[in-house]
Every structure is written in C-alpha cells, then in structure tokens.
C-alpha cells in the first residue's frame, strides 16, 4: 500500500478525539521502543507517525528503482543544512523511521563515552542496552558477507597490529544484498517495524500511520497531549497523560519550539559526525555491493585518541560512479570494479549548528570548525595508511579538485592541511544532540522545566558518538520508558 501525504485538515474541524495514557509522536529507534515497552507493562498507548509503510525493496531490482519508489512514496525526508559544505541530511519518514533505511550496523556506546554520559545524566545504560538486545538480536557480521572490500580492511588492520573486526549488526537472517537503505527485501534487518512495532501492537498499541502531529497540547508547563492530522486531511486531538516527542533530532526541535516550548538550548548542540571517503584502487576485483552488507568490517583504533571511526561503504556501482566522478577520480569504468570504499566518522564537537522552526518548517544551520577540519584531514591519513597496509595501488580522496596518491606520502601532500571546507563533500545520516540530556532535558527524558512532557530519539546524545547512533537511541529510549512507567496506567 502507498503512504499518503497527510492533507491539510479543514479548518475548525475535529474529526477525532482519543485519549489515552502516553502518546508518542515517531515510530524510529527512539519512539518504537518507548511505545512497545509501556504497552507490554500493560499501559494505554499511541504511537504517530508522519509517513506511511516502510519500503521493502524487491528481489534483484536495480536499487535506483527501489529509490524511485521510496521518493514517490515519501518515505525519506531530505533536510539540508546551511553551511560550507551544505550538509544534506537524510531521515526517515516511514513506519521505522530511519531505522526501515539505514545499514544494520549496530554498535554500543563505546566505553570511554559511557562514563561521561553517566556524568551527564544518563546513568549506566548496559542494562537497557542489553534490554534493547533483545529485540535486534545483534551479532557480528557473517564472513561470508564482508565482500573483498571487508576481508581487505581486516587484512590491514592485522597488518597495522590496529583495533577492528567485524561490524556488529541487528540483521541475523540476512542474506547479503547490501541494499538494506532501500528497504531489506529479506526483512531480516530488524528495524523497527520488524523488531518492536509488532510486540507493541499485539499488546495493544494503536499505531497511526501517516498521522502527523502538528502541535503539542500544552496547559502551562504540563503537556497534556497533541494535535495531528490524519492520512485524509481529518483533525485528531489526542488527550495523553504523557507526551512524548521521537521525531528526530531534525524535527523534534521545531515541533517543541513551535508549540511554545521553551527551553534554552532548544534545538543547538546540532551534531552530525562529519565524514570523509577514499576511493581505494586495489589490484584486483572488489566489486562492491554484491554478495555483502554495506558495512561489514571497521577499524576504531583511533576512535578515543583521535576522535575517528573507520567503515567500509559497499554501495553498487549506480552510486559509486557519480562519488568518483565529483572527485575526479574515474580515470577508466573499467576500474570501477577494482574499487573499494573505505571512510571514516569523525566525532563533531558541541555548538557547530542548530535546528530552529521557521514559519514553513525548519532552518538548520552547520559550519565545521577547524578541530573538525583537522580530525577529517588526520582521519583520511588514517584511511589511506589502513588501505596501503592491506596492499591499495593507489588511493583518491573523494573531495572536489581531488588527485590520486600512490603512497601514503603523496597523500599527505595532497590533503592540504588545512582541509578547505569548500572540498568537501556534505552529508549525513546521523543528526543529534539538538535536546541534549544536561542541557535541554533531563537523564529520562523528561524536557527541563516541563511536566509530562519528554523526548526519546537522537536529540538526546549529550555528544557526538562517532560510531553508528542507532543502538545507543534505543538504550536510551528503553531507558526513558523504565522511568515513565512509574506513574502510567
Ligand atoms: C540511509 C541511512 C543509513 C543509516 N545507517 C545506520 C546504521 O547502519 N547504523 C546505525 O546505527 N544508524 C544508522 N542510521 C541512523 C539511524 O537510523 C538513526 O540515527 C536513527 O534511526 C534515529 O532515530 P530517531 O528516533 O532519532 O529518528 P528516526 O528514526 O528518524 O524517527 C523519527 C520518526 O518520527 C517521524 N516524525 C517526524 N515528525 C513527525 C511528526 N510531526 N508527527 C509524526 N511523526 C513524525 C518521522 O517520520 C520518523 O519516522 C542510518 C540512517 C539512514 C537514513
Ligand atoms: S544486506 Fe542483509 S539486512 Fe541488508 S538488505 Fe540485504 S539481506 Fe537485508
């Protein structure tokens, strides 16, 4: 069935009250396992959600038509933030969220971050991430699905004597397509729509799809609910003895503040884990995206000292193509075969950019300091010794203006140092920290200075992670749930 974009509702009309315990507003990796948790302790909930079905891409259908659907059917939002380089960012619109789009790697917060995160309010996650475990069954990737690419970067790592392995992933019926962004055809990767939504629903969750909430219900300082908008244009007013906001670290911002929300820090400490690639030329064939997962091996040797996380990106060639023809680095389709991907995350530091409502919207705003700038430059080094430890002929970042190196000095000569922001090439899947605990809401959730009214996605990380944010969002929604179930139902 196709998602319907919501109509806009005919003014003054109410076609639809509902009232019930806690209302969730998001069905991602923040709102899916707050509403599935409270509904199996036996609590009165209902979850929206702005979009329709996730995607499910068909069996060997080329993955720009898996595309084209998911563009007609709206199931992605595309949020640009301003700035040098412009950052276009993609998150889900759909039953999932982002989770029914992204590429199943699930890591855990990494140690050195939990610590500071308790300090900040978060309190020891292991319980919740173990609780959480149980829904996304994560295991490391199976080798037969590393694709050369993954056995390649492995090789290096030994090389280096460097940390790494195999990418843990919450996808353990998969079959290795690597087309999970377009929806995973297996339904194996358990996004979820796969993992939680069906548990909340046997357990009496209402979950209204293409519904969209506009506004929050606010009495004073207590929420007390919301306005949405159905899938036929039709007023729903939804009285809720708690409110919770998991639209995502792009919309939860604008959909608080246009509400009358006020808190300082709304919508700032806007992070976005800047990244950097390397079109990696081996000698032999790659042939990225076949008979693998996207992201299979990584190597995070220097992801405390210097703030870089190092993944393969599998991505057939309709996508690798246009990348290595911006960077110039296409000298012969032939070759495109014997290329590999090999990027890195960078930790973003605080008060880069912010998210605020505007009268149509949203503005987002992002500009990369120079710590930034010099972590990317160091992590592409990084990338490229990795690549020429595990035997690359030649490496070309993918930068505008770019040159191709055939040894880990010529790189260094060809990065300038320092990176020109202008070279880069935006983008991200990863927005953040715009509520952050300790500084916008509380360790549960709770949003400061406001009564029954909390957050449950992304905008919560105090800070940048550097490693793939989904299971860290699902821990600290299991967390939030725990302590709204004292005192529901
Ligand atoms: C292509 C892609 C690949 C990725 N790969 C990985 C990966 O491999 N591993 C990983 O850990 N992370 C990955 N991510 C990121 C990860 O999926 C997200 O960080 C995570 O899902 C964010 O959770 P969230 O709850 O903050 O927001 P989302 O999951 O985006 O959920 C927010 C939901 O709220 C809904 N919503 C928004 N506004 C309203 C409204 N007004 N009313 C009703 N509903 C509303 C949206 O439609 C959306 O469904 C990827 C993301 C993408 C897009
Ligand atoms: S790689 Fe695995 S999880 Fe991803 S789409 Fe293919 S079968 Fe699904």
């Not at 820090?265 to 950097?276: A, S, T």
Request: aromatic share 6%; charged share 20%.
């Amino acid at each position: 069935m196709e998602p319907a974009e919501p109509k806009r509702p005919a003014r003054g009309k109410t076609a639809m009250e509902l009232t019930t315990d806690v209302c969730v507003i998001g069905s991602g990796a923040g709102g899916a396992p707050v509403a599935t948790e409270l509904a199996l302790a036996g609590a009165k909930v209902i979850l929206i959600e702005a979009g329709g079905p996730a995607p499910l891409a068909k069996l060997g259908e080329p993955v720009f038509k898996s595309f084209r659907r998911m563009i007609a059917w709206k199931t992605a939002h595309l949020s640009v933030a301003r700035g040098i380089p412009a950052n276009p960012i993609v998150h889900g619109r759909c039953e999932g969220g982002s989770t029914a789009l992204n590429a199943g790697s699930a890591f855990r917060l990494p140690e050195f971050l939990a610590r500071r995160w308790e300090a900040a309010g978060t309190g020891d996650l292991r319980e919740y991430f173990n609780r959480a475990d149980t829904f996304l069954q994560v295991s490391a990737t199976d080798p037969q699905f590393f694709g050369r690419s993954g056995e390649l970067m492995l090789e290096g790592v030994r090389a280096k004597n460097w940390k790494g392995g195999a990418v843990p992933r919450n996808a353990p019926g998969c079959t290795g397509r690597a087309i999970c962004v377009a929806g995973c055809p297996e339904k194996a990767k358990r996004a979820t729509h796969i993992s939680y939504l069906p548990v909340a629903r046997e357990h009496g969750a209402q979950v209204l799809l293409n519904t969209q909430a506009r506004k929050l219900r606010l009495k004073g300082r207590t929420a007390a609910g919301v306005d949405a908008v159905g899938a036929n244009g039709e007023e729903i007013t939804i009285h809720a003895g708690k409110t919770v906001v998991s639209a995502g670290a792009v919309l939860t911002p604008p959909l608080l503040e246009r509400s009358g929300v006020e808190v300082p820090g709304l919508g700032g400490n806007f992070l976005l884990h800047p990244g950097g690639v390397l079109a990696v030329h081996f000698g032999e064939p790659i042939d990225m995206g076949g008979n693998s997962v996207p992201q299979s091996t990584y190597c995070d040797e220097f992801l405390e000292s210097e703030g870089s996380m190092i993944l393969l990106g599998s991505v057939p060639p309709q996508l690798s193509v246009p990348a290595l023809l911006f960077a110039g680095a296409l000298r012969d389709l032939s070759k495109v075969r014997n290329t590999a991907f090999w990027g890195a995350l960078i930790r973003d530091e605080g008060n880069r950019g912010r998210v605020s409502a505007t009268r149509k919207g949203r503005d987002l705003r992002y500009a990369l300091g120079a710590g930034e700038l010099r972590r990317l430059r160091t992590a592409l080094l990084r990338v490229g010794e990795l690549a020429f430890a595990a035997g690359a002929r030649a490496v070309t970042p993918i930068l505008l203006g770019s040159k191709r190196s055939s040894s880990l000095r010529e790189l260094e000569k060809n990065l300038p140092d320092p990176l020109p922001a202008w070279r880069l090439l935006g983008g991200s899947v990863h927005p953040m920290g715009t509520c952050g605990i300790g500084r916008v809401c509380e360790g549960d959730g709770r949003v400061r200075g406001y009564e029954k009214l909390y957050v449950s996605d992304a905008s919560l990380f105090p800070t940048s992670i550097g490693v793939n944010p989904q299971f860290t969002i699902m821990a600290l929604a299991t967390r939030v749930a725990m302590g709204l179930l004292d005192g529901v139902g």
